[in-house]
C-alpha cells in the first residue's frame, strides 16, 4: 500500500499511519464511542489538577468528555485533517495542529498530560527521549499512559484483520517512562470484551443494538473484575493504564 500523505512526519514514520483516515471518526456515533467514553470514565480519577493537555489527541473525543467533565482540557495532534475533523465535531473541545518538536506550552503549565493510543508510535518513530523531556518541560505533575496491551490474542487479531501496528508492552512503557524520570505510580489492565467486539477504529463492530451494547459494557465491568482476581488480567486485558508523577517516590516496582 502506497504511504499516506502525513505533514510533520518524516517519509520513514509514514507506513504506520496507513491506516489512519478521518473518515474513521464516524466510529465515535457507534459502539466504539461508547466504548472510548467509559474508558474516559476510568481515567478520570487518575487525573491530577485542572489543566489538562492530551497529547495525540487524534480527533479530540477524549479532550470534549474532559472538557464536558470540568478540566480545563486540550488537545494537540500532529495530523492536521484529524484535528479539523475533530474541530467540527467538538466545536467546543481545544484542539491544537502541532507543526515543530515543541510543544505550543509554557514550561510547568500543565497539571496532567494523557498518552492515549500513542507511546507505541513515539517508540517506534521518533526520539522517546526528547519526546518525554519535552512533556516533562510543561507537564508539572502526572503523566497517564494508555496504549494497547500486546497479548497473543490481541497479536492474532491483528493477523486476522491485517492491521499493522508497533507495540509497546507496559513493561517497555514504564522503562521509558523511568528513564526519563518519571515515577511510577500504578498500573492497571482494562477492556476485555467490549472494546473488541466495537472494533475500536479499524475491526469490525460487532453489535449494532444500543441495548446490547449497553449490556456487554456492563459485562465487562464484571468480567474485568473476575480476571483482576485471578491475575488474568495482564495477559488478557487488551489495553493497559500507567500513571507516572514527577515526584521521586515510586509506588510500582
Ligand atoms: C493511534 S492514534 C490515537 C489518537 C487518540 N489519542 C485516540 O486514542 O483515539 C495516535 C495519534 O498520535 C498522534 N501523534 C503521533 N506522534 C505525535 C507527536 N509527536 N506529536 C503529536 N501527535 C502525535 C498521531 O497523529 C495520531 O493521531
Same mark, same amino acid.
Given at each position: 500500500m502506497e504511504s499516506r500523505e502525513v505533514s510533520n512526519f518524516p517519509a520513514s514514520r509514514h507506513a504506520h499511519y496507513d491506516? &489512519?483516515?478521518?473518515?474513521?471518526?464516524? #466510529?465515535?456515533?457507534?459502539f466504539y464511542g461508547r466504548v472510548e467514553q467509559s474508558m474516559a470514565l476510568r481515567l478520570r480519577p487518575w487525573i491530577e489538577g485542572n489543566r489538562v493537555l492530551d497529547l495525540g489527541? %487524534?480527533?479530540g473525543s477524549l479532550v470534549d468528555r474532559l472538557r464536558a467533565f470540568g478540566y480545563a482540557a486540550v488537545g494537540v495532534d500532529k495530523l492536521g485533517d484529524f484535528i479539523e475533523a475533530g474541530r467540527r465535531r467538538y466545536p467546543l473541545a481545544e484542539l491544537v495542529l502541532q507543526? %515543530?518538536?515543541?510543544? !505550543?506550552f509554557a514550561d510547568q503549565s500543565i497539571d496532567t498530560v494523557i498518552l492515549k493510543d500513542v507511546i507505541h508510535h513515539i517508540i517506534a518513530e521518533g526520539d522517546v527521549s526528547a519526546f518525554l523531556g519535552e512533556i516533562r518541560r510543561v507537564c508539572r505533575r502526572r503523566l497517564i499512559v494508555v496504549d494497547p496491551n500486546p497479548t497473543l490474542i490481541l497479536r492474532l487479531s491483528r493477523k486476522l484483520i491485517g492491521h499493522v501496528d508497533p507495540e509497546c508492552s507496559a513493561r517497555q512503557a514504564e522503562e521509558v517512562l523511568r528513564q526519563a524520570g518519571w515515577s511510577i505510580q500504578h498500573r492497571e489492565f482494562h477492556e476485555v470484551i467490549a472494546f473488541p467486539l466495537s472494533g475500536g &477504529?479499524? %475491526? #469490525? !463492530?460487532?453489535?449494532?443494538s444500543a441495548r446490547l451494547q449497553e449490556a456487554v459494557i456492563r459485562l465487562d465491568e464484571v468480567l474485568l473484575r473476575l480476571l483482576r482476581r485471578c491475575g488474568l488480567a495482564p495477559s488478557l486485558c487488551w489495553r493497559y493504564t500507567i500513571v507516572a508523577d514527577t515526584s521521586k517516590h515510586e509506588r510500582l516496582g
Open positions: 491506516h &489512519y483516515s478521518a473518515d474513521q471518526i464516524a #466510529r465515535l456515533d457507534g489527541c %487524534g480527533f507543526t %515543530g518538536e515543541q510543544l !505550543p &477504529y479499524v %475491526g #469490525r !463492530p460487532m453489535i449494532k
